[in-house]
């Protein structure tokens, strides 16, 4: 089993839809949880983190946290084609390591 | 101010040959990543830095790679006797501690004929 885990895609959406990104982890030990942007031939950047339960809102992203379920989203409301790249999920599992998933692509159509 | 800068951006050798890629972390960060990334795949962890000590090896492949940070900033990343299989992207991030955002340098992209 991958220590994180996602869906590699593609997602596709229509423009202004609803995107939804989900991550499981298997470390229940794991203390913070990162979305990175990657938009193709680039490097990753930083779109969201989150360290508890709940919702984290931030513009039209906003992050899932669910630590029983080992869990973890992104959703991005008002999906434009500028957001079409590859999420990756990082999760930090204390210690130096942070350990990314494979990414999902997503794809917004105009 | 400046971010992550990685130099060379590519770098095409040949298997057997031994290369080193730089990494230039922003000014202040004492926490320092290397990372691999092939096609499809997300970063693969490598080494990490706090100071100039390598707390965490553990993700180097194997003891043809190397990596040291002297004083504490630029660092550099070693391999010897290149495989072919060590062709991919190579990152580097920097943070202001082991649990912060990592900002990532624009990587090196190796390729091993």
């Known amino acids: 089993q991958k220590e994180v885990e996602q869906n590699s895609g593609p997602l596709s959406v229509p423009e202004g839809a609803i995107a939804s990104l989900n991550c499981t982890y298997s470390?229940?030990?794991?203390?913070?949880f990162f979305w990175y942007r990657q938009y193709s031939g680039k490097s990753p950047e930083l779109i969201m983190f989150?360290?508890?339960?709940g919702d984290k809102e931030d513009g039209r992203f906003t992050a899932q946290l669910n630590k029983a379920s080992q869990y973890v989203s992104l959703l991005i409301r008002d999906s434009q084609p500028s957001d079409s790249a590859t999420y990756l999920c990082?999760?930090?599992?204390?210690?130096?390591?942070?350990?990314f998933g494979a990414g999902t692509r997503l794809f917004v159509k105009a | 101010g400046a971010g992550v800068s990685q130099t060379p951006s590519n770098k095409v050798t040949e298997k057997g040959k031994y290369v080193e890629l730089r990494c230039d972390p922003i000014?202040?960060?004492?926490?320092l990543y290397w990372y691999r990334q092939s096609l499809g795949q997300g970063p693969e962890f490598l080494i990490y830095?706090?100071?100039?000590?390598?707390?965490?090896d553990s993700g180097l492949p194997n003891d043809r790679f190397f990596a040291v940070r002297p004083e504490g900033s630029v660092s550099t990343l070693k391999i010897q006797r290149t495989e072919r299989g060590d062709s991919a992207v190579y990152l580097c991030?920097?943070?202001?501690?082991?649990?912060?955002?990592?900002?990532f340098g624009p990587g090196t992209r190796l390729t091993v004929l």
């Open positions: 470390d229940r030990g794991s203390q913070s």
């Open positions: 830095f706090q100071g100039t000590g390598a707390a965490d």
């Open positions: 990082a999760v930090y599992t204390g210690g130096f390591k942070t350990i």
């Open positions: 989150i360290y508890s339960n």
């Open positions: 000014s202040g960060h004492t926490a």
């Open positions: 991030a920097s943070s202001l501690g082991q649990n912060n955002e990592q900002f």
